[in-house]
Each structure stands twice: as C-alpha cells, then as structure tokens.
C-alpha cells in the first residue's frame, strides 16, 4: 500500500487526478442504489411505509445523526492537527479529511484513501518523510481502536447475540458474518502488527523486505517506489517512536471520539422512527459490520453494506421489511455526502495547487 503510494507521488501526478476524479462517484452510488431498488422491489410493502411519519422527533434524531457524523470528522481533525504538531492549520485540515474519505468512498474497503493521504498531506507543505509518519500513525491508531475495542465488546456481548441472525442457532464458520469478521480482524491484526514492527522496532528490516518484494519481475517496476517507502518508513520511525505516550493518549481519545461517534449513527436513525432498547447490541453489531466491510472489493462497501444492514440491523425495525429503506437512510448520512462535497472540492483543490506550482 505505501510503496503505490510513494510512487505516485514520484511519477506523474495527473495519476493522482485519475485515481480520485470526482466521475468516479458513479460506480458506488450505483451499486448501491441497484441493490436498494433489488430488496424494495422484493419486498415492498405499502402497509409498512404508511406506518413511517415524519415527525419533529424523527426530524431530531435525523439531526442527531448527523451531528454524531461532524463530530466523527471533529475527531479526525483534531487527531491530524495532533500528528502534525500543529503545523497545519484547520482549513487545510478540512480539506485533506474530506479528500480523504472521498477517495475512500470511490475505492474497495479494503484500499481505502490511505493510499494516496500521503500526497494530500504532502502538497499541503509537510514532508514528504513527515506525511508518511502522520498517515501510517492514523491507520495504526485506526486498527488499534478495532483491535482493542471488538474484545472488550465481547466481554459484554455474546457471540451468539453479535454473530447470529434471523434462523440460526449457533455460531460458527458457515455462518457467513461470522467468516467476515474472522477474515477483517485477522487482516487488521496483521497490518497492525507490520506497522508496529516498521514504526516502533526495525523499519530497516521492513525496507529489505519490501525491496525483495518488489524486485519480482510483474511489479519490479515499482522498486524504486519501494526502496523510497522504506526509506520514508525509516524517517517516520524516527518522527514516531520518540513521541511521548501523552502523545499518543490524545491521539487514540481523538480516534475513539470518531469510531465511537460514527457507531451511534445507525442507533440515532432507529430512534427517529422505532423504539430501541438494546443500544449496545446494535452499537457492537456496527463495529463487526466495518470489520466485515474491510474485505469488499466494491467502493465504499457499496452493495454490500445495504445488504448486511438489511440482514444484521434487520431485525430491530419493525416491521423488517422497513430495513432496506433504513439502510438507505443510513448510506444518505454516513456515505453520499462525502461522495457529494469531494465531487466539488477535488477539483478546486487540484486547481488551486497546480496554480500556486
């Protein structure tokens, strides 16, 4: 992931514009929508719809839901301006979050924007060495609050609860949830695991390695890129490993205020129209969705994620066959206004850089 990073950053930057032109909205909110229109043209039913109103309670849980969503963003804002150490400022700040999760709208889950957050951070004037060290600190600290949270959720929820839908009566491998979650975890331990080796312990190590990588001959032609990342890996282990741990207290609260916030989201949009009791359970069950969507190949989850709504959060909407539009509901708050606000500032950001160059 980071040697394709570096190396765009180092080829040509038209690649860049490519890769997160806004046309690329298309493709998520089509896959998407095809699978809305699938499961309401199934199962539509005009009795249920007519039991939804409109109500200033649904109207203000709506906004709650959407509040819950800026502060996730405040979160992330304000862990960058962290990392940076202040160097810079909230407008650009904004700007790179925003470009940032719309590149990780317009690409598989299990891409994400990582892979060109280096390049926004970078044309933003910080360092390219310092860049790398504040994007792999925001995925290291991201799969940490997966890592360290999914187990104490399990501490309080049991796995039949978590794991189990509608016909089943037990937890195991052919249950289909339960296989994501195993695969998405087991791929986030193993990244974190690569990162906090580079970061904290022998990044030289991790540059021989991806130079032996990338010397096979279909993707040697990235070893340059390859030779660059560790050596940037380096100067991010550098940057990193003599932080102080009060640094990284105020980082990982930042992280947690963002997941956490982002988590609520589906419980505030149930309140506008249902009645909740199990808040946690459906709080947990979001935490196994995300870990779930990590291993789709379609942008953004796209497709996949309506349909895990509709199968997992199902059954805490009354009646059930309410759950599609729900989880379009969701998708409007939590998913198409990023696509919508990069769509516009893409281009003006480009613009603007390319001007000042």
Do not use: C
Request: aromatic share 18%; hydrophobic share 55%.
């Amino acid at each position: 992931m980071w040697s394709v990073s570096q190396q765009i950053i180092m080829d040509d930057n038209s690649n860049i514009l490519k890769n997160v032109k806004p046309s690329k909205i298309i493709l998520p909110i089509l896959i998407g929508l095809v699978v809305v229109v699938y499961f309401l043209y199934k199962e539509f039913d005009p009795k249920a719809f007519a039991l939804i109103k409109f109500t200033w309670h649904s109207l203000f849980w709506i906004f709650i839901a959407f509040l819950l969503m800026v502060l996730r963003d405040i979160g992330y804002m304000i862990r960058l301006r962290i990392l940076s150490d202040g160097k810079l400022s909230w407008k650009k700040i904004f700007n790179i979050i925003m470009l940032w999760e719309f590149t990780s709208a317009i690409t598989p889950s299990a891409v994400g924007g990582t892979s060109v957050a280096t390049y926004f951070i970078y044309k933003e004037g910080i360092s390219l060495g310092k860049s790398t060290a504040i994007v792999l600190a925001t995925s290291f600290l991201d799969e940490m609050y997966f890592l360290i949270v999914f187990p104490l959720v399990l501490l309080f929820v049991s796995s039949y609860d978590l794991f189990t839908i509608a016909g089943e009566e037990s937890v195991s491998f052919t249950n289909r949830y339960f296989y994501f979650a195993v695969v998405g975890y087991s791929i986030k331990f193993i990244f974190t695991a690569f990162v906090i080796y580079g970061l904290f312990f022998k990044p030289e190590a991790i540059k021989k390695l991806l130079v032996v990588i990338f010397s096979l001959r279909f993707i040697k032609k990235w070893k340059a890129g390859a030779e660059k990342t560790g050596d940037d890996l380096i100067l991010a282990s550098i940057e990193l490993k003599n932080k102080p741990f009060k640094f990284w207290i105020k980082t990982f609260f930042a992280s947690l205020l963002s997941w956490t916030s982002r988590y609520w989201v589906v419980n505030a949009l149930l309140l506008a129209f249902f009645v909740v009791d199990e808040h946690f359970l459906i709080f947990a069950r979001q935490l196994v969705m995300w870990i779930m969507m990590l291993v789709m190949p379609t942008p953004g989850g796209s497709g996949f994620a309506e349909v895990i709504f509709r199968d997992y959060l199902g059954e805490f909407v009354n009646p059930i066959t309410l759950a599609v539009s729900m989880a379009l509901l969701w998708r409007l708050v939590s998913y198409y206004p990023y696509l919508f606000i990069g769509a516009i500032l893409v281009p003006r950001w480009f613009k603007g850089k390319y001007a000042k160059k």
